[in-house]
Nanobody
Framework: VQLQASGGGLVQAGGSLRLSCAASGLTFSIYSMGWFRQAPGKEREFVTSSSYRDRTKYYADSVKGRFTISRDNAKNTMYLEMNSLKPEDTALYYC??????????????????WGQGTQVTVSS
């Protein structure tokens, strides 16, 4: 299984970015997908996830209303649309897959495969 995250970059506060995560080696449609991020000196934190079972989407409070997760099962790709970016959104963003659904998707340990990360830097 391989997950390839892309789309990161440097953006000014208030700007937007769209991250992509291309998956291979798995049946994409039967896996939940999620995004986590890790800032320097901080632990990896949950950002958002999309449940395979009922397509429920979960968001961290810090990104609600600004970030949107989506997936295209035909392309085996997941997306993260990030708007109104803030300097505190600066982090390495990771995509991951999980065989679970529901509230477990908030948990780092529920995810089986991880991508390599893509850097997002928001300048003030």
């Amino acid at each position: 299984v391989q997950l390839q995250a892309s789309g990161g970059g440097l953006v000014q506060a208030g700007g937007s970015l769209r991250l992509s995560c291309a998956a291979s080696g798995l049946t994409f449609s039967i896996y939940s997908m999620g995004w986590f991020r890790q800032a320097p000196g901080k632990e990896r934190e949950f950002v958002t996830s999309s449940s395979y079972r009922d397509r429920t989407k979960y968001y961290a409070d810090s990104v609600k209303g600004r970030f949107t997760i989506s997936r295209d099962n035909a392309k085996n790709t997941m997306y993260l649309e990030m708007n109104s970016l803030k300097p505190e959104d600066t982090a390495l963003y990771y995509c991951a897959t999980s065989p679970y659904y529901g509230s477990r998707l908030y948990e780092h340990g529920a995810y089986t495969y991880w991508g390599q990360g893509t850097q997002v830097t928001v300048s003030s």
